[in-house]
């Protein structure tokens, strides 16, 4: 079992950025799939970066291309989103996620078939 954390969340205005951290404990780290989602009100949570286990593949929603950036650190047990220059149309509650399968083929983490963290809600003023 794998506990995940989201942190980092804050109101901002247009242009800024934010590090977001998503730190785990229990279970192993470096042997999953694992990733950054965001859910807007009413809506689908949706993926915007993910990382395989290897490392050796990233996905990226086309909104995150040229703004944010995925990065772990093993050591730490910890997944970071950097975003740069973020607008209004981020504000969404962002969740980190990481896959219940370890060695997975997987570049992002099955919505059904991972462990999931409370969220952590990111505002974007104009």
């Known amino acids: 079992q794998v506990q995940v954390e989201e942190s980092g969340g804050a109101s901002v205005q247009a242009g800024e950025s934010l590090r977001l951290s998503c730190t785990t404990s229990?279970?192993?780290?470096?042997?999953?799939?694992m990733g950054w989602f965001r859910q807007f009100p009413g809506k689908k949570r949706e993926k915007i970066l993910c990382?395989?286990?290897?490392?050796?593949?990233?996905y990226i929603a086309d909104s995150a291309k040229g703004r944010f950036t995925i990065s772990r650190d093993d050591t730490k047990r910890s997944l970071y989103l950097q975003m740069n220059s973020l607008k209004p149309e981020d504000t969404a509650m962002y969740y980190c996620?990481?896959?219940?399968?370890?060695?997975?083929?997987?570049?992002?983490?099955?919505?059904?078939?991972?462990?999931w963290g409370q969220g952590t809600q990111v505002t974007v003023s104009s």
């Open positions: 229990g279970g192993t780290f470096a042997d999953r799939s």
């Open positions: 996620a990481v896959d219940r399968i370890r060695y997975s083929g997987q570049w992002c983490p099955p919505s059904d078939k991972s462990y």
């Open positions: 990382l395989s286990w290897s490392g050796g593949n990233t």
